[in-house]
């Protein structure tokens, strides 16, 4: 005897795409972060970026990677401004 399992009536909705607001939130902090305040938005990009990128976002590496770089030169720009202030 072969048995096979009732199909089910109806069938499981396809996998929703994971949400790009904490990507898109994570990419305008990283490029907030080139211009003004870098550690506060260049981590706040980092955080949201990562947190997108754990969800499978791939924006949010891209985020994240921006982020970063907002963080780094941002830091390095207003290091220089200020030593030419001084």
Do not use: D, E, H
């Not at 089910?8 to 904490?22: D, E, H, T, V, W």
């Not at 938005?41 to 947190?51: A, C, D, H």
């Amino acid at each position: 005897m072969n048995y096979q399992p009732p199909t089910p009536a109806f069938q499981q909705p396809p996998a929703a795409k994971p949400a790009q607001g904490l990507a898109i939130a994570g990419l305008i902090c990283g490029i907030v972060a080139f211009l003004i305040v870098p550690p506060l938005f260049g981590i706040l990009g980092i955080v949201f970026g990562g947190v997108s990128w754990s969800k499978g976002n791939k924006l949010g590496r891209v985020a994240t990677f921006v982020a970063i770089a907002g963080l780094i030169i941002g830091m390095i720009v207003g290091a220089a401004i200020g030593a030419s202030n001084a």
